[in-house]
Structures are given as C-alpha cells and as structure tokens.
C-alpha cells in the first residue's frame, strides 16, 4: 500500500510558480509509476503529468508542457510538480496518485490517491 500527502498548493497571480510537493509512505512507492491530476469546479479530472518509478520517463497534458515539470526523489519517497508561468486556468484541485504502469492517463488506473492540494491563480 502507499499513501499520499500533498502539499505545496495556495493562491498566486497569474505568471507566478509553485511547487508541489506528494510525500509517500509504504514500501512500493520505488517502484510505482506517479502521476498528477487535477480537478476544477463542475469539471472532470483531469489528467497533468505521469513520471516513471524510475524517474526516467515523464509524460504531460499538452496544456502543460514546457511550464510544468514533474520529478521524483525516491531516497525521500516524495514526487513534485513544478509549476511555472501559471495561469488562471490552471486553478483546482491538484491530486498525486500512484499506479503500476507508466504514461497512463485514465484516472481509474491509479491505485493510491492523496487528499489533494488547492491552486488558485489570479488574473
């Protein structure tokens, strides 16, 4: 089993960065794929950025790329997504979640989820 804790989100304007930071316990987090997800008001979630459980591979969401970046440290068991050049549109709630396989982006394919963490961005 592997549980999940974000952290990291808040409000920042448009154009300004954060990190989020997805603390893992459990013995299998090494060897699980990671990914981020998000979720807005009145819409689905949505899949942002997968990582390999090696770090190696990553895989983003088209509207993401070359602004968010994602990585993992597997000596701290933490994965991050790091956020720059935000827009309003990228508000929600953004949510870890770990899962078996890598470059998967259908929700139901993650196993563990965390509790999610919330950005706003002004205009």
């Known amino acids: 089993q592997v549980q999940l804790v974000e952290s990291g989100g808040g409000l920042v304007q448009a154009g300004g960065s954060l990190r989020l930071s997805c603390a893992a316990s459990?013995?299998?987090?090494?060897?699980?794929?990671m990914g981020w997800f998000r979720q807005a008001p009145g819409k689905e979630r949505e899949f942002v950025a997968t990582?390999?459980?090696?770090?190696?591979?990553?895989y983003y969401v088209d509207s993401v790329k070359g602004r968010f970046t994602i990585s993992r440290d597997n000596v701290r068991n933490t994965v991050y997504l790091q956020m720059n050049g935000l827009k309003p549109e990228d508000t929600a709630i953004y949510y870890c979640a770990a899962g078996p396989v890598f470059a998967v982006v259908r929700a139901s394919e993650y196993d563990y989820w965390g509790q999610g963490t919330q950005v706003t961005v002004s205009s």
């Open positions: 990582i390999s459980a090696s770090g190696l591979s990553t």
């Open positions: 459990g013995r299998t987090f090494s060897s699980s794929a």
